[in-house]
C-alpha cells in the first residue's frame, strides 16, 4: 500500500511523537482512548482477545502506517477494538487526537480515498488470513505463518532463508490458532526432519521454500 499520502500528511502536521518500550502495549482492547496512531519505527503485533481468555494474533506491523482502526470520527473517546504491543526493543509513534484526525480526513479527497484504501487493505487481509485459517489445517497454518514471516523479516543467508526476527512456539501458536506451544514444536520438528527448515541461535531457516509452500494452499 503506498503510504505517500500518510507520510505527507505527517510532514505537514508535525504530530507529537510517542515512544513504548519492549512488550509495552499501545493500545489495550476494550480500553477507552482518543488518539490515533502511526507507526514511525520499530516492529508492533497486533491482537485480540477470546470470550475465554485466549489471545489470537492478527498480524506483526513494520512499515509506516496506521496502526489503530478509525471507527468514530464523532466520539471523543472509543473502545480500542484490539490490542498493539510493542515487539522490539522500543518503538514510536505519531499520536494525533481521533476527532482531529477525522477532520483532517474529511476536508481532503486525497486523504479520504487513502483512509478507503486503509480498510479495503485490511479487509482483504482478514479474508486471506480466515481462508489460511480454515483451508490449511495445522501444518499448513504454520507453514503460512513461516512464508509470512519471511516476508516480513526474510534475509538471504548461505545457511538459507533466515527470519531475522526472534518468535516463540507459543506466538506462532497464537497466530495459527493452535492451542498449545507444544503442537507447534512438533510441527516444527517434523518440519525439520522434512528438510524445510532448521534453527540456528533463536533463529528459523527456511532451507526448502518449494516443500514450504507445497503445504500451503494460497
Not at 471507527?71 to 473502545?79: A, N, V
Not at 487526537?97 to 486525497?110: A, I, L, P
Amino acid at each position: 500500500m503506498d503510504n505517500r499520502v500518510l507520510k505527507e500528511y505527517v510532514k505537514k502536521k508535525r504530530p507529537p511523537i510517542v515512544q513504548k518500550g519492549y512488550h509495552k502495549y499501545l493500545t489495550f482492547e476494550g480500553v477507552e482512548d482518543c488518539y490515533a496512531y502511526i507507526l514511525k519505527s520499530g516492529v508492533v503485533k497486533a491482537s485480540v482477545i477470546s470470550n475465554d481468555g485466549r489471545e489470537f494474533n492478527l498480524r506483526y506491523i513494520t512499515d509506516f502506517e496506521i496502526v489503530s482502526i478509525l471507527r468514530d470520527e464523532y466520539s471523543q473517546f472509543i473502545d480500542s477494538p484490539y490490542n498493539i504491543r510493542v515487539e522490539s526493543e522500543t518503538a514510536e509513534f505519531y499520536r494525533i487526537n481521533r476527532v482531529e484526525f477525522w477532520k483532517d480526513v474529511n476536508e481532503s479527497s486525497e486523504f479520504q480515498r487513502y483512509v478507503k484504501d486503509f480498510y479495503r487493505y485490511r479487509l482483504l487481509y482478514v479474508m486471506k488470513k480466515m481462508q489460511q485459517m480454515l483451508l490449511n489445517g495445522k501444518l499448513g497454518a504454520v507453514c503460512t505463518q513461516l512464508y509470512d514471516l519471511y516476508d516480513l523479516f526474510g534475509v538471504r543467508t548461505p545457511d538459507g532463508l533466515m527470519i531475522d526476527f526472534q518468535v516463540t512456539n507459543e506466538e506462532i501458536a497464537k497466530f495459527c490458532g493452535i492451542s498449545t506451544a507444544s503442537s507447534v514444536s512438533r510441527i516444527l520438528k517434523q518440519l525439520k526432519n522434512n528438510g524445510i527448515i532448521t534453527i540456528k541461535d533463536h533463529r528459523i531457516f527456511i532451507t526448502n521454500m518449494e516443500l514450504l509452500e507445497d503445504n500451503i494452499i494460497f
